[in-house]
């Protein structure tokens, strides 16, 4: 056993320039990564005031938000947790950063930029071997909460299942389904664009939507192909404001994604802007936000799509001649639900999502903002679940577990805003630090409950389903 004397010289003689040691509880101590902070009384005196975490996301990537993505470091509505739910995050923290970001990139999912102290829910793999088939790698399903700087190609990340509990007319939605697909509003009209061979598609349109919006409309023929036209101001209006207005910006209402079927909806997307080839549905969208609209509806059917973007110079040349094509985006489902992509160990599905073996890892330079936030569960989706700045992890808090509360000596167990987050995060990085007068105790396994609620309004489709008996404008 390691002698006390010879466990001080060696933190002594660690580089403190790019590691600094903290008090988590008792004599229990760990190392957190910092190459641009120096030593731990520079960073306490330096932060002190400000209550930043050490995880951080470069300001600006992508963050999965109600009703699809948004950017870091903008005021967020909700955002999707870990539980396939929405929450609504509370704080927003940012800072100067200059260093190594990790790059991970797993199987088919997009790659998502972190600071390497990040912690990011994974597990690692368990290979299976047998005399009769070729080894496969399973995860482990021991979940637990690692640093980005950490992750090997060996380890797998946690897409969740998300979830939905609103129910729609199938009808209608294979409808929308079909102007996701080929739709758009111009003035107070709304046009399908076809193609020259899908006139019984047209008339069904037709027969649809004077069924479900009470108008009539009519079939143009046009030197690209059909189009199928309605005029009706409301109806020109409701689709400009849910579903957006140019093929780049389209996105899918969170009324549509939080249906507890929305095969319909995708059967229609896909008719429209699909193709089959082999066993495998392919869909090629502008719009980066439905592309990742399509990961949430993909995971409520039980099946995770693929992603990958096309940004080839090529796309820019159109007849010899230079235009400003916006990178394309191919959605990739497979019939078969036991197959999630060529190999089948890229993507195990259990009961709360997807576990998703990582492909790629790499490093990159960075100077700039990084930002978190703190969320009800701790938890937030990018591509894959994270860790916000709030509680630590039990990794990152105490052996046994992480302290889910605290008390103020003398005064009962808080798990709500009486003390400041920050100082929360002072109490964490300085045990002697005190909050109107009184000492922070950091309480491990708190038995009070903290719930976050999210209000569901349904307003938009009320809207969408009460105007269809309106008069034709």
């Known amino acids: 056993m390691e002698s006390r004397k010879k466990r001080k010289k060696r933190s002594k003689n660690h580089p403190s320039k790019f590691k600094i040691r903290v008090r988590y509880k008792y004599h229990y101590y760990r190392w957190i990564n910092t190459e641009d902070y120096g030593s731990f009384k520079d960073i306490y005196e330096k932060y002190k005031d400000k209550g930043f975490s050490f995880w951080c996301v470069p300001k600006g990537d992508t963050v999965f938000t109600n009703?699809?993505?948004?950017?870091?470091?903008?005021?967020?509505?909700?955002?999707?947790?870990?539980n396939g739910n929405y929450e609504l995050?509370?704080?927003?923290?940012?800072?100067?950063?200059?260093?190594?970001?990790?790059?991970?990139?797993?199987f088919l999912l997009p790659e998502t930029r972190l600071t390497p102290e990040h912690p990011v829910l994974a597990c690692e793999s368990n290979p299976q071997k047998s005399k009769w088939y070729s080894p496969r790698t399973r995860p482990s399903l021991k979940k637990t909460w690692k640093p980005a700087g950490d992750l090997t190609e060996k380890d797998w990340v946690?897409?969740?299942?998300?979830?939905?509990?609103?129910?729609?007319?199938?009808?209608?939605?294979?409808?929308?389904?079909?102007?996701?697909?080929?739709?758009?509003?111009?003035?107070?009209?709304?046009?399908?664009?076809?193609?020259?061979?899908?006139?019984?598609?047209?008339?069904?349109?037709?027969?649809?939507?004077?069924?479900?919006?009470?108008?009539?409309?009519?079939?143009?023929?046009?030197?690209t192909g059909l189009l199928v036209r309605f005029s009706k101001p409301a109806l020109a209006e409701f689709m400009r404001k849910e579903f957006g207005s140019r093929a780049v910006n389209k996105k899918i209402p969170s009324w549509i994604i939080e249906q507890r079927d929305p095969q319909p909806f995708l059967e229609g997307w896909l008719k429209g802007d699909g193709f089959k080839r082999g066993n495998t549905w392919?869909?090629?969208?502008?719009?980066?936000?439905?592309?990742?609209?399509?990961?949430?509806?993909?995971s409520r059917l039980g099946i995770l799509p693929a992603i990958y973007t096309d940004d080839r110079e090529a796309r820019g040349i159109f007849q010899g001649r230079k235009v400003n094509?916006?990178?394309?985006?191919?959605?990739?489902?497979?019939?078969?639900?036991?197959?999630?992509?060529?190999?089948?160990?890229?993507?195990?599905?259990?009961?709360?999502?997807?576990?998703?073996?990582?492909?790629?890892?790499?490093?990159?330079?960075?100077?700039?903002?990084?930002?978190?936030?703190?969320?009800?569960?701790?938890?937030y989706l990018?591509?894959?679940?994270?860790?916000?700045?709030?509680?630590?992890?039990?990794?990152?808090?105490?052996?046994?577990?992480?302290?889910?509360?605290?008390?103020?000596?003398?005064?009962?167990?808080?798990?709500?805003?009486?003390?400041?987050?920050?100082?929360?995060?002072?109490a964490w990085i300085d045990p002697t630090y005190k909050f109107e007068g009184k000492n922070?105790?950091?309480?491990?396994?708190?038995?009070?409950?903290?719930?976050?609620?999210?209000?569901?309004?349904?307003?938009?489709?009320?809207?969408?389903?009460?105007?269809?008996?309106s008069s034709s404008g």
């Open 158 to 223: 946690f897409f969740p299942l998300f979830k939905g509990n609103r129910e729609g007319d199938p009808e209608l939605l294979y409808l929308l389904g079909l102007y996701m697909a080929g739709g758009y509003p111009t003035g107070n009209q709304v046009y399908f664009a076809l193609g020259h061979k899908e006139r019984q598609l047209a008339e069904q349109i037709l027969q649809m939507a004077e069924k479900h919006w009470s108008v009539k409309g009519s079939i143009n023929h046009h030197r």
């Open 67 to 82: 009703p699809g993505i948004d950017s870091m470091g903008e005021q967020l509505d909700s955002i999707v947790s870990a």
């Open 382 to 426: 990018l591509s894959f679940i994270v860790h916000n700045c709030a509680d630590l992890p039990p990794e990152y808090s105490s052996q046994d577990g992480t302290w889910t509360g605290y008390r103020l000596d003398g005064d009962k167990t808080h798990t709500e805003s009486t003390l400041k987050r920050y100082g929360r995060h002072k």
């Open 325 to 379: 094509a916006k990178p394309s985006y191919e959605i990739r489902f497979h019939q078969d639900g036991s197959k999630y992509s060529n190999k089948a160990s890229h993507v195990v599905k259990t009961e709360n999502g997807f576990w998703v073996r990582i492909n790629k890892i790499e490093r990159e330079k960075f100077s700039g903002k990084v930002c978190n936030m703190e969320t009800p569960s701790n938890t």
């Open 440 to 469: 922070v105790v950091l309480v491990y396994n708190a038995s009070t409950k903290r719930q976050s609620t999210f209000s569901k309004s349904i307003g938009p489709y009320q809207f969408f389903l009460s105007f269809s008996a």
């Open 282 to 298: 392919r869909l090629t969208t502008s719009s980066k936000t439905a592309a990742y609209q399509a990961l949430l509806m993909g």
């Open 89 to 106: 995050p509370s704080r927003y923290s940012e800072r100067d950063y200059r260093g190594e970001l990790v790059v991970v990139k797993p």
